[in-house]
């Protein structure tokens, strides 16, 4: 029986929901890496202030040390290239195809998992993750009713290259958190701030480069991006810092928040194809009830 690191997992998937939402809103007809910048910031900041609030943002500092700023920048270079290529998608894929795409990287972290640290599930988890599977590839199935192509599209091939970043930060974080130990909050902090120089370093480059850009424009979601994603982040390394957790199962169910985001992207991007969508989501649902069982 799973413990309570499900409550936190899930807690995850719902802010993850709201961040895919906030995401679409900020990055639609939108230049991607001030996006980014920007809502890293707003993020890093809103971190700090509740550390610092908490009166644990001395000992979070003190905690670090060269091994947990090393795995830090790891991470930070994972999904910080998983970012910029899953923005690109989301650019012009409608929120219910690119977010069930990227929702596919348990798939990989289930295979990478099983051999990288012998994690072998029950028979109804291994039902459940097939049905969840089922899932994501009726979603492709609904994309080509929407036109697009999904061996031809670059958006489509960008999302695939998001979710393969995706999954290596899953199994990284089990590696981080679960066999070298590593504080969870001293990790997070130096993230946060790693994030940041990542993508100024990266406009920078950009602009160094005269490399050609996409408009930008300020939104209000924006920082709310960033905010939305510390705090699924803070939750998920909660969930799966404790002994044992298995990190394909928590990937799993971390990825409900497909479902969410497919109901309120549905009202408030006026998504089409709604029927054959249904029918990837019922099998999702179906998967995570038979994982939390």
Known sequence: MP????TWILASAVMLALYDLAKKASVNAN?????????TIAGSGAFLVALAFAGRLGASASAVTPEIAALAAVKTTIVGTSWVFTFRALRTLPIS????IRASAPALVFVAALFLYGEVPSALQGVGMACIFAGYFLFSWAGRHEGIDFFR????????????CSAASSLWDKYVFQVRGANVEAVQLLFQVGLVLFYALALSARNFLGLRADRFEWRWTIPLVGVLLAGADWLLFKGISGPGVPIS???LLRRFSVVLTFFLGAKFF????????TLALAAILLGVLLICL
Do not use: D, Q
Request: charged share 10%; glycine share 8%.
């Open 249 to 251: 199962v928590a990937s």
């Open 97 to 100: 195809i690119a977010t069930p």
């Open 31 to 39: 230049a991607v890496i001030p996006t980014l910048l920007f809502s």
């Open 3 to 6: 413990g309570g690191w499900t």
């Open 270 to 277: 006026h998504e089409t194809n709604l029927a054959r969508k």
């Open 153 to 164: 599209s670059r958006a489509v091939w960008c999302a695939v290259a998001g979710m393969c």
